[in-house]
């Protein structure tokens, strides 16, 4: 195989993976390998529209002074995903602000950031964030498309528009690896008449595969442990979590999903901290609330206790994951991607069949060439 032919199949496949990664993104409601911002509070850094490679938060190590993330924020811009850069960290909490602010987040009531809140992480070369210019644009192009295109899906099969949106991306991502599998084991430019193929086999558990680690990353990364700082005092005080010792106050938590896929989250507290909802399901690109009640020690000074959130996409009975949960917390994600591991695998074998896609590549300049030989 040529220099060329290895560099134009890389491209294809570095393409497909970034469309693939806007779509499934979308669909899922968090960054899969790109990420982007709409407005203009990380300016100059990122301008409106720009993108930028996102590692997501499990994988990326140590968060640091000046880093950007994107977190799941409960009062800034309404709720929702936000890209900002950490300013401060004290006591494992991060001080989050954007480059073209005049204050820090926390400044207008958005709570500091934990790790379970952050979701993904931009590396930096040279000591800046890796920029794509206009990504966002291509996103809300894409959004619009795989909006476009499941409506009649959905009609047609009478399916919901957020299962035919499933169906669209796994549709898409199906034929990217198809044209780039494809491109990579044709012939070179100079064989002729031979046929060559893709294993539709391999090509469906690898679909399968993709899919399930993707619907994986999204019931894991915004899941986890929340932290709550307590201050027990010998009387109560303004200021937040300064409660007078042996007395309880209340606290917010918010559940966001920014997904089309409607998560059930079970949620637990600690030895200092209950919950109101020890289940809470969050619909389509939607926010829940639940209360979180704090008690301080009989023993002044400061204690930090947590409330663990175990986060499940929607996709069985309710009824079901409960039993499930019940049984143990990692039960239900094993059984949801199996579910979702077959159903892919199944369709994507009903759709492809088996044995191989076949090429077959003639020159047709030859092939005259040699009647016109045979005639002379």
Excluded: C
């Excluded at 790109?34 to 994988?59: C, N, R, W």
């Excluded at 400044?107 to 952050?118: C, L, M, N, Q």
């Excluded at 599998?181 to 090509?203: M, N, Q």
Aim: proline residues 6%; without cysteine; positive net charge.
């Amino acid at each position: 195989m040529s220099l060329s032919r290895r560099l134009r199949i890389l491209a294809a496949a570095l393409v497909a993976l970034m469309v693939a990664s806007l779509f499934v993104g979308q669909l899922l409601g968090q960054p899969i390998l790109l990420g982007f911002v709409e407005t203009g509070s990380m300016s100059p850094t990122l301008e409106p529209g720009d993108g930028f490679v996102a590692i997501p938060a499990a994988v990326a190590g140590p968060i640091e002074q000046g880093d950007v993330v994107t977190f799941r924020a409960t009062t800034v811009g309404g709720g929702g995903l936000t890209t900002h850069r950490v300013v401060d960290i004290q006591n494992g909490q991060y001080t989050t602000k954007g480059d073209a602010n005049p204050f820090v987040d926390q400044a207008s009531g958005e709570p500091p950031v934990t790790r379970a809140r952050i979701v993904a992480v931009a590396p930096k070369v040279g000591g800046s964030v890796v920029v794509i210019p206009e990504l966002g644009t291509v996103a809300a192009g894409s959004q619009q498309m795989l909006d476009t295109a499941a409506r009649p899906v959905s009609r047609a099969t009478g399916l919901p528009v957020a299962a035919a949106r499933g169906l669209v991306t796994v549709g898409l991502v199906v034929g990217l690896a198809l044209a780039v599998t494809s491109e990579g084991t044709g012939p070179p430019a100079r064989e002729t008449d031979r046929d060559v193929g893709v294993s539709r086999h391999r090509l469906t558990q690898v679909t399968a595969a993709a899919v399930v680690v993707a619907v994986t990353a999204a019931m894991v990364l915004p899941g986890g442990a929340v932290a709550f700082e307590i201050v027990s005092a010998e009387q109560d005080a303004p200021g937040p979590r300064v409660i007078e010792q042996g007395e309880t106050e209340t606290a917010n938590y918010t559940v966001s999903n920014g997904g089309i896929v409607p998560v059930v989250s079970y949620l637990s507290g600690s030895d200092r901290a209950s919950v109101a909802d020890e289940r809470v399901v969050t619909g389509s690109r939607s926010q829940s609330q639940t209360t979180v009640r704090l008690s301080a020690p009989a023993e002044t000074g400061l204690y930090r206790t947590t409330v663990t959130e175990r986060r499940y996409l929607a996709l069985l009975p309710l009824g079901l994951i409960d039993r499930l949960h019940a049984i143990h917390p990692v039960l239900p994600l094993v059984v949801i991607d199996l579910w979702i591991g077959a159903l892919v695998y199944g369709l994507l074998r009903i759709g492809l069949g088996t044995g191989r896609t076949r090429q077959r590549r003639i020159d047709r300049p030859r092939a005259l060439a040699g009647r016109l030989r045979r005639y002379l």
